[in-house]
C-alpha cells in the first residue's frame, strides 16, 4: 500500500502543478478578451483593423486549455460537480465507497473511452497538419492534442482517488478532515 500512496503523492503533485500553472492562463485569457475588445471598437474610428481571427481563437484556446488542464486538479481538490442529495448527510466512510464506486463505475470508463474515442479525431489532425478554417486563424492540432493529456491527467487523478479511497476504507490513511489542507 506505501508504493500506491507514494504514487498517489506524485500523481497529486503533477497534477497541482499543472493546475496551477494553467490557472496563470486566466490572466491571459482576460488580457486577450480586453484587449480584443477595445481593438474592435477603437478599430472602427480609426478604420483600421486592429485584431484578428488568431486574437479571437487565441481566447478560446486559453479557455478550453484552462477547462482542460484544470480537470485533475479539480478533482484532487474535491471541487468537481457533485449531485449532494445524500452524500453530504454521509459519513467519511459511506463518503469513500461512493467515491470509489463512482470512480470505478463512471469517472475511469469515462476517461477511457474519451481517450479511446478522440484518439482517431487528435491523429487525423496531427496527419493534415489542421488549421483553423478562418482566415489568419491558428492551427487546431495543438489544442485537439490537449484533449488526449486532459484525459490522460483526468484518469490518473481518478487512480489517485482511488487509492486514498481505498486506504480510507482500509484505515492505512487519515479521514479526510485530519488531512492537512490543500495546497499547504
Known sequence: MKLLVRLSGAIDRLNTWIGES???LVLAMVGLGAFNAVARYSGRFIEVQLSSNAFIEGQWYLFSLLFLLGAGYTLQRDQHVRVDVLYGRL????Q????????LLFLLPFCAFALWSS???VQNSW???EQSPDPGGLPRWPL???ILVSFG????????ELIKRIGRLRGDLPKPEQEAPHGG
Do not use: C, E, N, Y
Open 144 to 146: 485537439k492534442s490537449m
Open 119 to 121: 484518439f482517431p479525431s
Open 22 to 24: 494553467a490557472s496563470l
Open 127 to 129: 496527419s493534415v497538419w
Open 96 to 103: 469513500a465507497w461512493i467515491d470509489l464506486v463512482g470512480a
Open 153 to 160: 491527467l483526468l484518469f490518473l487523478q481518478g487512480i489517485s
Open 91 to 94: 459519513g467519511p466512510r459511506a
